[in-house]
């Protein structure tokens, strides 16, 4: 099955600083992934849709020039936290469909923890 | 705006009965329904996909029914076992078919033997 691999796992930083979370599609490629993050006890929350050679789209409310997207290739997006602050602290999941359907089922990465102290 | 709900309050239940969550969605028309299971420290997985015209999908213990009118999907585990202990999330396609998901805050399954 279609796998989606994502790393670190956990990372943690100081303030001030910027930390890359890569989400990989390992045996499909993925024109489109998908980068959510969520708080403890709650749902998952879109942050923005990273498009393969093209820029991002953001969720109203989500600073692109703070969590930049780069997806460089059809099955490589990256996530940079930039100038991370504590309450950037949280679970970040990437996302992408094997299938070009936009109704078809997402395949998660396994997340990255980011602590910010 | 849409929305969509599930029960926020953990549901208990013993091994072998039937657990039943709910996801009900307002302001909202979509044309399918997915269901996901997240297990602490990990991302969502899939579980079954419904579309409106389907009042009922079946995968092995699990049942998923979808009424367009009372704008309500029930997710059902029947024997329920304790691995089955986890949370469960509904979501819908957002609207304008961009793809992107939208997710309710999920359920919280303990199956106590």
């Known amino acids: 099955g279609a796998v989606v691999s994502q790393h670190p796992s956990w990372v943690i930083c100081k303030s001030g600083t910027s930390v890359k979370i890569e989400c990989r599609s390992l045996?499909?490629?993925?024109?489109?992934m998908f980068w959510y993050r969520q708080f403890p006890k709650q749902s998952l929350m879109l942050m923005a849709t990273?498009?393969?050679?093209?820029?991002?789209?953001?969720e109203q409310g989500v600073e692109k020039d703070k969590f930049l997207i780069n997806h460089a290739s059809l099955t490589l997006s990256t996530l940079t936290v930039t100038s991370a602050h504590p309450e950037d602290s949280s679970f970040y999941i990437c996302?992408?469909?094997?299938?070009?359907?936009?109704?078809?089922?997402?395949?998660f990465g396994n997340g990255t923890r980011l602590t910010v102290t | 705006s849409q929305k969509i709900e599930q029960n926020s309050e953990a549901l208990n239940i013993q091994e072998g009965k039937t657990a039943t969550l709910t996801c009900n969605y307002t302001?909202?028309?979509?044309?399918?329904l997915q269901w996901y299971r997240q297990d602490p420290g990990r991302g969502p997985v899939f579980l079954l996909l419904i579309r409106e015209n389907e009042k009922e999908k079946r995968k092995e213990r699990l049942k998923v029914t979808f009424d367009t009118t009372l704008k309500q999907s029930l997710f059902h585990i029947t024997a329920s076992q304790p691995a089955d202990s986890a949370t469960y999330l509904c979501?819908?396609?957002?609207?304008?078919?961009?793809?992107?998901?939208?997710f309710g805050q999920g359920t919280t399954l303990q199956v106590k033997p």
């Open positions: 302001n909202y028309s979509p044309a399918y």
């Open positions: 045996d499909f490629q993925a024109t489109t």
């Open positions: 996302s992408a469909r094997e299938s070009g359907a936009y109704n078809s089922p997402l395949h």
């Open positions: 979501a819908l396609v957002g609207s304008g078919n961009t793809g992107k998901l939208i």
């Open positions: 990273s498009n393969e050679g093209s820029k991002a789209t953001y």
